[in-house]
């Protein structure tokens, strides 16, 4: 395999599109409150993609060096294949790490000049999910090990990334807001949840304790329902509570019937008990690209 094509394999680029997810549902909410910045909503976009680059890098290495890949059913990871040694995976993930500093910096530059607080607070946030990134399987404490990873994932991917994000281009924040962001964050959780559904058995075997190791695949399956509903909900609340609006509005509501499919055949899959990775990882492939869709879908509605 070619180096390029190894980094690429690394890299995961198929985990970007819901990295980008929250990024362009804040599009939509600053272009509804007519704030919208072009230059700020790419470079938060390209801002969240490299930090999704360097969380898979820090991940490939974290799990390696603990011995979580040692037996996996998901997709190859570069150092538990041996396609990259340890020190070309430390390199990248400093590379990474530098990288997404410069794009972060511009990012606030561009969007507060010469404001001394708001940068110091945005610093603190932007070095946080920096922090979270790394530390979710590498460190003396991977929280990604002590069952934290669907908070961090909610917080950052859903609170951070939808209202840092909107806050970036208008300055401002209103409570209706947390809805969506909400939202977000419900379904990126899912998807973490479908990821840990089908390694569970590896996991408790490797004494990396995730929600579903605590739960059990039965009660984590009903958790994946409750956040799905719930993540529906509130961007329907939102839409709902908005001055005129229309049933076209709620066009992103047609995401559930992918997800519904989804759920349809996870749940034969626990009953079965099926310790292979291919239905999960199928469903994990369809519970990413339907929140992608319906990041899109709800940012139409509300931009049209």
């Known amino acids: 395999m070619k180096s390029f094509q190894v980094w690429v394999q690394a890299c995961r680029l198929q985990t970007l599109p819901l990295a980008a997810a929250s990024i362009i549902v804040s599009g939509g909410l600053a272009y509804q409150q007519q704030s919208f910045n072009l230059s700020i909503f790419l470079l938060s976009l390209l801002t969240a993609l490299l930090l999704q680059i360097l969380s898979n890098l820090a991940n490939d290495y974290g799990d390696a060096a603990t011995g979580a890949d040692d037996v996996r059913i998901g997709p190859k990871r570069a150092m538990q294949s041996g396609i990259i040694t340890v020190s070309a ?40 999910a920096i922090i979270a990134a790394i530390t979710y399987t590498m460190g003396k404490i991977p929280y990604g090990y002590k069952a934290m990873g669907d908070l961090s994932v909610f917080i950052f991917f859903g609170l951070l990334g939808v209202l840092g994000s909107f806050y970036l281009q208008t300055l401002t924040l209103s409570q209706e807001i947390i809805l969506p962001a909400v939202s977000m964050g419900l379904f990126s959780a899912a998807v973490l949840n479908v990821n840990n559904m ?107």
Not at 104 to 124: P, V
Request: include cysteine; charge should be positive; charged fraction near 10%.
């Open 198 to 304: 089908r390694d569970v058995y590896i996991d408790k075997a490797a004494n990396k304790i995730t929600l579903v190791v605590l739960l059990g695949r039965n009660r984590a399956f009903q958790y994946h329902l409750i956040i799905l509903a719930l993540a529906m909900f509130c961007a329907a609340l939102y839409i709902y509570i908005l001055p005129n609006s229309a049933p076209w509005q709620y066009l992103f509501l047609l995401t559930a019937s992918p997800l519904i499919k989804s759920c349809t055949q996870i749940n034969q899959a626990i009953k079965e008990d099926v310790r292979e990775g291919d239905i999960f990882n199928q469903q994990l492939k369809n519970t990413a690209m339907s929140t992608f869709v319906f990041s899109i879908l709800f940012s139409l509605v509300l931009i049209t």
């Open 89 to 128: 995976m430390k390199k990248a993930i400093w590379i990474a790490l530098l990288v997404c500093m410069v794009s972060g910096l511009s990012l606030l530059t561009t969007s507060f000049g010469s404001n001394l607080q708001q940068w110091l607070i945005f610093l603190g946030l932007g070095l946080a």
